[in-house]
Nanobody, 112 residues
């Protein structure tokens, strides 16, 4: 069983930054590949970023490349999403995911 708890969302102006965190339970966190997804109102949930177990490999959706950075601290059982140069279209609920486990999400709202 894995529990994921996101935090760090909020309201920010376009061009601003936020850092999301996802705290995971379980002593085997370090072996999990971790993902961030997001879901905007009226839209399907979409992939944002991924990081492998040791943090040596990452992948990003095209629409966040160069603006978002995923990282992890296995000692803290936490994965991060640093979001820079935010745009209004980044407004969504952001979810942390691994395997079949999902967090409750954290709301990010970017004003123009």
């Amino acid at each position: 069983q894995v529990q994921l708890v996101e935090s760090g969302g909020g309201l920010v102006q376009a061009g601003g930054s936020l850092r999301l965190s996802c705290a995971a339970s379980g002593r085997t966190f370090s072996i999990y590949l971790m993902n961030w997804f997001r879901q905007a109102p009226g839209k399907e949930r979409e992939f944002v970023a991924q990081i492998n177990a040791i943090g040596g490999s990452t992948a990003y959706a095209d629409f966040v490349k160069g603006r978002f950075t995923i990282s992890r601290d296995n000692a803290k059982n936490t994965v991060y999403l640093q979001m820079n140069s935010l745009k209004p279209e980044d407004t969504a609920v952001y979810y942390c995911n691994t395997k079949s486990y999902w967090g409750q999400g954290t709301q990010v709202t970017v004003s123009s």
